[in-house]
């Protein structure tokens, strides 16, 4: 299904802290899941990213895990750095039958507090 | 990474003028391409599927006609918004996609291009 965002949610953490980003999706059937973070003005920059058949990923920082029994995603970034404050979102991408189309979230904006 | 540039970065029109925006992948071949459409606060809206040499895909209530996508060669592609009116002032996105040995396949984005209709 499709996102459409008529606010962002916003999350404020003081710097050092760590962040956790919420994400549901719609689609049982998606099987790839990305993050991505959008500084103001820029298009989307890829995080990480974690297959269905995974519950858990970490890359530097970053860890992504994915419930799909509730249709969730989460995307926790330890030790918050100022440069982390951006919007944040979620991306769901089928693999076959129309897939290759990515549906975004509605994305969280992230304030990182000094 | 893959890199793939837009241009212009933003660009100020006139009501009723037309506006080309271009996509290039710089450093891979992009058999497909994507367009989408980001109002402020709000997420990224696909707004057509570009696939080289044929007809774009657009998505459910977005009108071809004004929303032209040409596919011409493996790194670029192009959007005009044709007849642009002030509600069409938007931040317009494009990716590439490059399919990744294990099948799945990841977008590469572009910077953006901002579109101000007056």
């Known amino acids: 299904g499709e996102s459409v965002g008529l606010h962002l949610p916003t999350l404020s953490v003081q710097e050092g802290d760590n962040s956790i980003i919420n994400c549901a999706y719609s689609?049982?059937?998606?099987?790839?899941f990305i993050w991505y973070k959008q500084e103001s003005g820029k298009g989307p920059q890829f995080i990480i990213d974690?297959?269905?058949?995974?519950d858990k990923r970490q890359g530097q920082r970053v860890t992504v895990l994915l419930n799909k029994t509730v249709k969730h995603l989460s995307l926790q970034i330890a030790a918050t750095q100022p440069g982390d404050s951006a919007v944040y979102f979620c991306?769901?991408?089928?693999?076959?039958?129309?897939?290759?189309?990515?549906?975004f979230g509605t994305g969280t904006q992230l304030k990182v507090e000094l | 990474g893959a890199v793939v540039s837009q241009h212009p970065s933003w660009v100020i029109c006139k009501s009723g003028t037309s506006v080309k925006i271009e996509c290039r992948s710089l450093?891979?071949?992009?058999?497909?391409m994507f367009w989408y459409r980001q109002f402020p606060k709000q997420s990224l809206m696909l707004m057509a599927t570009?696939?080289?040499?044929?007809?774009?895909?657009?998505e459910q209530g977005v009108e071809k006609d004004k929303f032209l996508i040409n596919h011409a060669s493996l790194t670029l592609s192009t959007l005009t918004v044709t007849s642009a009116h002030p509600e069409d002032s938007s931040f317009y996105i494009c990716?590439?996609?490059?399919?990744?040995?294990?099948?799945?396949?990841?977008?590469?984005f572009g910077p953006g291009t901002r579109l101000t209709v007056l």
């Open positions: 990716s590439a996609r490059d399919i990744l040995p294990s099948g799945y396949n990841e977008q590469f």
């Open positions: 689609n049982s059937a998606s099987d790839y």
């Open positions: 974690i297959r269905s058949n995974m």
């Open positions: 991306a769901e991408n089928g693999l076959t039958g129309g897939g290759n189309k990515l549906t």
């Open positions: 450093d891979f071949q992009a058999t497909t």
């Open positions: 570009s696939n080289e040499g044929s007809k774009a895909t657009y």
